[in-house]
Nanobody
Framework: QGQLVESGGGLVQTGGSLRLSCEPS????????MGWFRQAPGQEREFVAA????????YYADSVKGRFTISRGNAANTVYLQMNNVKPEDTAVYFC????????????????WGQGTQVTVSS
């Protein structure tokens, strides 16, 4: 059974940029819709962005719209989250998820998550 591995997190100043990557390990997720979620300490995991399996449809939480961009790599097997103009409230652990049947828009539909990657935005 394959899994997804998130990377690219780190410490960044307010207004800066980061690019997160989500890569498969053990199998391909090329035909899957993919999504990014995040969880801040003491808070519920929340939706950030998602992309259809073909890459032609994208979805964003209102809180990140206009600042974050989700995209698929050339092989469509890797998904990126370009984070621009980050804010302290973007501080969280970021997770990616794959779904063969629907675009992942809600975290409650999934019970298996990877390690995530920590993003910390300093003010």
């Amino acid at each position: 059974q394959g899994q997804l591995v998130e990377s690219g997190g780190g410490l960044v100043q307010t207004g800066g940029s980061l690019r997160l990557s989500c890569e498969p390990s053990g199998r391909t997720f090329k035909n899957y819709a993919m999504g990014w979620f995040r969880q801040a300490p003491g808070q519920e995991r929340e939706f950030v962005a998602a992309i259809s399996w073909g890459g032609n449809r994208t979805y964003y939480a209102d809180s990140v719209k206009g600042r974050f961009t989700i995209s698929r790599g050339n092989a469509a097997n890797t998904v990126y989250l370009q984070m621009n103009n980050v804010k302290p409230e973007d501080t969280a652990v970021y997770f990616c998820i794959a779904d063969l049947y629907k675009v992942p828009l809600t975290s409650q539909a999934y019970d298996s998550w990877g390690q995530g990657t920590q993003v910390t935005v300093s003010s």
